[in-house]
């Protein structure tokens, strides 16, 4: 397991460093793929565009006015209820007791 998530890290260094070339110095493209493919955050952790800005990124936060036009043809619903909602119900065992460990 351990090998595969070397070569993991190696491909996404790699891809990395391919994405950043014609944007900045090979060195700190090596430098800020390290940074971002050996677990500074965790994979699911999305970077702000003013953290992407601090780290050297070419970042823009300007939207075409067209791409919100363009949104605008797919209006998302508004949701009436909750996504999760919390029930409280007693946790039921194996056997279909309730149980008293919670």
């Known amino acids: 397991m351990a090998d595969v998530s070397r070569k993991?890290?190696?491909q996404a260094r790699r891809a990395i460093q391919?994405?950043?070339a014609e944007r900045m110095a090979a060195d700190q493209a090596a430098a800020l793929a390290?940074?971002?493919a050996t677990g500074t955050w965790t994979h699911d952790y999305g970077i702000?565009?003013?953290e992407a800005k601090a780290l050297g990124l070419p970042v823009s936060t300007e939207m075409?006015?067209?791409v919100y036009q363009f949104m605008g043809l797919f209006p998302q619903p508004t949701r009436t209820r909750l996504a999760v909602e919390y029930v409280p119900a007693p946790c039921r065992g194996r056997?279909?007791?309730a149980s008293s460990d919670g």
Do not use: M, N, V, Y
């Open 8 to 10: 993991a890290i190696a």
């Open 18 to 20: 391919d994405l950043l």
């Open 34 to 36: 390290e940074k971002l």
């Open 48 to 50: 702000t565009a003013d």
């Open 64 to 66: 075409p006015e067209e």
């Open 95 to 97: 056997q279909g007791r």
